[in-house]
């Protein structure tokens, strides 16, 4: 074998050339070895994170910065959370060159007035750290009033990752409100038909990638900028078959396996073969959305019970911030 001979692209370097690819994590150590785009968390990721010992020195600085605040109980732990938050993606944004996700508070999901509130005061802290708010993405449940607290924070250039995302009617209706971004939730959906049909499936029948598929083509036919980023993996055979969405956001386990393999990656989505779909264009407003919503099962329940984890990790995250206080 020749010494100098290049060695052949992994199926992560593969994937890079159709789809910009960000880490699903809080972990500054996995975002310096697989060098992705952008990063996006979640409440769940910075529990785990900041209950690592490597990143103590945040949630210290965060509860010494608010001790004297004058404010007290869950008013106080809100405050902190925000600015452990908001640390956490300021130290990604010293690694990856692009954007990075923050999430509204999951008990916000239904109250569009405090979602803008809480998006306005991400932008607010994340400027005062010097951080432009063209870095930032403002993650926000997809219910109806979380696509009209985005439609309000996109009008004044506060950019939203819509999150919680199961069905082509809350993607349609992300982008009629100009969302920057949305995140479909892949595995999830897989998670809800493989224990009602007890089926497996192949990556390519993949109900989840199915999904995205549909919202990919939809969105090019007819013009929709917002991006599609999919995301919640399974395997790694549901992210091949999206090679060439606009963005996928994947796990550290899963960028690990796709950096191992050097098989072949063929783009599977394309914006010019989206143009011949037969896909029809749906008319969204808050009744037919509601109704459209309600009529899936998979989408109602999965949204649901993501608002519900969300919101009990972000408990468990206070709790532990109140025990250190």
Not at 220 to 231: P, Q, R
Not at 250 to 268: D, M
Request: glycine share 6%; with cysteine.
């Amino acid at each position: 074998m020749n010494p100098t001979a290049s060695a052949p692209p992994t199926q992560l370097d593969q994937l890079k050339q159709f789809t910009k690819v960000v880490a699903d994590t809080g972990d500054f150590a996995t975002l310096k070895e697989f060098a992705p785009q952008d990063a996006t968390t979640n409440p769940s990721l910075i529990l785990k994170a900041a209950q690592m010992p490597e990143y103590r020195h945040l949630l210290d600085a965060a509860i010494a910065n608010n001790r004297n605040c004058g404010l007290a109980g869950k008013a106080l732990l809100n405050r902190i959370v925000d600015d452990l938050l908001v640390a956490f993606g300021t130290e990604i944004l010293k690694i990856v060159p692009g954007r990075v996700s923050t999430e509204t508070d999951a008990n916000l999901s239904f109250d569009a007035d405090s979602l803008i509130a809480k998006g306005r005061r991400f932008i607010e802290l994340y400027k005062q750290q010097g951080i432009d708010r063209e870095r930032i993405l403002v993650k926000i449940a997809t219910t109806w009033e979380g696509v009209r607290a985005a439609e309000v924070l996109q009008k004044e250039g506060i950019n939203c990752n819509m999150t919680l995302l199961f069905s082509l009617a809350q993607a349609v209706a992300c982008a009629e409100a100009n969302a920057k971004l949305i995140s479909p939730f892949v595995g999830r959906i897989l998670d809800w038909f493989k224990a009602r049909t007890g089926k497996d499936y192949a990556p390519a029948e993949d109900p989840g990638v199915v999904s995205v598929r549909e919202i990919y083509t939809y969105y090019k036919k007819f013009g929709h900028a917002t991006e599609v980023m999919g995301a919640s993996f399974r395997n790694a055979g549901e992210i091949l078959e999206l090679a060439g969405c606009d963005l996928l956001t994947i796990s550290p386990a899963l960028l690990a396996e796709l950096r191992k393999s050097t098989a072949p990656v063929t783009r599977k989505l394309d914006p010019a073969a989206a143009a011949a779909s037969p896909l029809e264009r749906l008319v969204i407003n808050e009744k037919t959305y509601r109704w459209l919503f309600n009529e899936d099962a998979m989408a109602t329940e999965k949204t649901a019970e993501g608002i519900r984890v969300f919101a009990a990790d972000t408990v468990k995250l206070e709790k532990f911030i109140a025990e250190k206080l």
